[in-house]
């Protein structure tokens, strides 16, 4: 069969074909599932086949199991997140099961009885292939230039000389060990997927010689390749699936999103115009990048945040993919510390977003009111914020631009994370391979690594996060204005941390060692986790009780050289005494 989608989108040919051949039961399963837009860009492609092993009468349901909650689940699966965490987390979530059900059944003191089977699969998305295997189907690229490439390795342990059992496999054990490969795909390619009972009595010359004779038919040619082991002596079950790549995206922005792209932009707003349903009351903000505006939702009297994308902007189609991101992450996060999408039924005439309004000052104006807060409502602010940027992380999203313009602080102190116009999600970003990581935060709280053109993760929202705490207690930056201009590793690592001590001498020491740690230019010499720079600043390890206090020269270079010079002075004068 083939699978079209018109404009640059990714598109496929098909054939499969599964037969006992001399079993009297096909214990082997496969599927496949080509999804329309938005969901072929969203979550690609997924090709998959899993054999049952011979001396378990229950492996056909172990295979049929592991294919169809692979493919039903994968899609089911977080929009954000790369094809590695989804398939990885749903592999795991039906090994569990499998495993399971050998424990519960008579088969549960003899594994190689019970629910297991080999997995085998491959998720085309965009311009790149994944492939997810455990056991011992084999999956081969064919170049458009010809060469047969086995990507995937049997998962054999030899018992003799004239046997062997298989040493992974799904439901074997709890705990499953999956090979992963990601690789570039490229129009005109190929991918065979095929169990043991086809590759083992067919060589490489004679699988591309079927292949080259059917071409034009690929069904034809997966029945080729099954008839073809038949005759050869196979006495096991047999399956093919060809997969050849028709065409590949051109990455055009936009393409993961609904038909909101192709609305007109709104005409300038004002107070007291109408909007689908909201009423205008006045402006909130303007920038370069957008505007927004206070409104009310005529059928709720909610009020609400309607946002714009500037003008200057609207006829660029990376600056309108941004623009949509945002209430498109806002509709996916659910925390009380992250600003929620308006939801209405009504439809819009207009390409805009809608937030709740929240009641409040930024950070940025609470920290010009309160410029001296106490330790403790600085620790409760950072972990609230931490806990916001949590939800981001757990769906693999990264904020990229933590700052205190991008909080709001409401009367009792509850922090809310706003503007996700620089998020970067990994799911969508593994869409765009070769695109460019460009620093999308604020210079004075982005993290050293996004200036070297490496992309941010969740360490580098600990940065930002660290240098807000760091700038709440102290009123300064840990490195000054440095950070921005050091774009090489050189550079970065002649940056200097600034003791919190030389501008808040009333802080602990151990905090400041803390504050040093998540504030490391190098992200693998940050905490590994969020939560542990949290704990960090309310509960310290002995390490940060224990370290030695930062020298005079750290904690007050002025002080350091005034005494230095007093110092001086006092030899000089000395000796002109003598």
Partial sequence: MSAFQPGGSLRVSLGQCSEAGRKAVNQDFHGAYVPREPELSRKGIVVALADGISSSAVSRIASEAAVRSFIEDYYCTAESWTVKTAAQRVLTAANSWLHAQTRRSEYRWDKDRGYVCTFTALVLKSRTAHVFHVGDARLYRLGAQGGLEPLTREHRV????DSYYLGRAMGASEQLEIDYLALPVEAGERFLLMTDGVYEHLGESRMQAILAEHEADLNAAARALVQAAFDAGSDDNLTVQVVRVEEV??????????????LPFPPQLSPRMSLDGYRILRQLHASARSHAYLAVDTETAEKVVIKTLATELREDPG???????????????????VVKAHRSVRPRRYLYSVTEYLEGRTLAQWLRDEPRPELETVRDLVGQIARGLRAFHR???????????????????????????SVRVAGIAEARPGQAN???????????????????????DQFSLAVIAYHALTGALPYGTEVAGSRTRAAQRRLRYRSALTHNRDLPGWLDEVLRKALHPRPERRFEALSEFVHELRQPSPVFVQKRRPPLIERDPVRFWQGLA?????LVLALLLE
């Avoid at 995206?249 to 192709?262: D, K, V």
């Avoid at 600056?319 to 510390?337: M, N, T, Y």
């Avoid at 620093?439 to 941010?456: D, R, V």
């Avoid at 007093?566 to 006092?570: C, P, S, V």
């Fill in 249 to 262: 995206p051109l990455g055009q922005a936009g393409e993961i999103y609904s038909g909101e792209a192709r």
């Fill in 158 to 161: 030899r018992a003799t000389p």
């Fill in 566 to 570: 007093a110092l001086l002075a006092l």
């Fill in 395 to 421: 769906l693999e999203m990264v904020h990229q631009d933590l700052r205190p313009q991008n909080v709001m602080v409401d009367a009792a102190g509850h922090a809310t994370l706003i503007d996700f116009g």
């Fill in 319 to 337: 600056h309108v993919e941004r623009f949509l991101l945002e209430e498109w992450i806002a509709r996916r996060i659910a925390s009380p510390h």
């Fill in 438 to 460: 460009d620093p999308l935060g604020t210079a004075a709280y982005t993290a050293p690594e996004c200036f070297l053109g490496e992309p941010s993760t969740p360490r580098s």
